[in-house]
């Protein structure tokens, strides 16, 4: 399995809502990311997990909760976002270490969770 | 801090001519770089991943290089096909795993 799955592709909420955005990998990768990418624009990273650790969070408002239960997981918690978070979340993952013994592989990232707050 | 650029940014060429696009990062001392592709609406798909003690990376019609030493790197795509339309982006990590994105090259490719 070499893919980072993702769920919902889509999602319509209000501002009151309390959604999660979901995303998987059986990689074995030890490292996990959420981004966030606005149109015609590059991803913006929100969040780093190594080895299931918060490492990384880049300012990000409160109304996301990043969760990363297990190795294989990521979550990303929603609550009483604005209509400005519109944008398409992605989640990606790597291995630990860029010095890994069976070579190191790069980022792989999944299909993407189209996001609007109406 | 790491700064990614990538030129052009929008690129319009007819089918079967092969181009180049272009990628320059500020601080040379990067782990490696990887260049993505995006449709529309989608994910990204990696393409390369070029390590930094290489010089050269191919896959099919794609050709990566990277210099460290002028921080530069360039992705070469041989007789190009409309079914390469798409953006292309490229990354270079930080210490913590952290990518830093170029903002891209939208490129358009005519039949």
């Known amino acids: 399995d070499t893919e980072v799955t993702q769920t919902p592709k889509h999602l319509v909420m209000g501002m009151t809502n309390k959604k999660s955005l979901k995303c998987e990998q059986h990689?074995?990768?030890?490292?996990m990311y959420w981004y966030k990418q606005k149109a015609k624009k590059p991803p913006e990273l929100m969040f780093v997990y190594s080895y299931e650790k918060l490492s990384i969070n880049e300012s990000v408002p409160s109304r996301f909760s990043p969760e990363c239960p297990n190795s294989s997981l990521l979550n990303l918690h929603l609550h009483a976002l604005q209509p400005e978070d519109s944008a398409l979340y992605l989640c990606a993952s790597s291995q630990g270490s860029f010095l890994e013994p069976k070579g190191y592989h790069g980022y792989t990232f999944g299909s993407g969770t189209r996001l609007t707050v109406v | 801090k790491q700064e990614v650029t990538q030129i052009p940014a929008a690129l319009s060429v007819p089918e079967g001519e092969n181009l180049v696009l272009n990628c320059s990062f500020t601080?040379?001392?990067?782990?490696?770089l990887q260049w993505f592709r995006q449709d529309p609406g989608k994910g990204l798909t990696s393409l390369l991943l070029i390590q930094s003690s290489q010089r050269e990376q191919t896959s099919g019609r794609l050709n990566a290089s990277l210099d460290k030493s002028s921080g530069r790197s360039t992705l070469y795509i041989a007789a190009s096909q409309p079914g390469d339309s798409a953006t292309y982006l490229c990354a270079v990590p930080g210490s913590a795993r952290q990518l830093t994105f170029g903002s891209g090259t939208q490129l358009t490719v005519l039949p």
């Open positions: 990689m074995g990768h030890r490292a």
């Open positions: 601080d040379s001392a990067i782990y490696n």
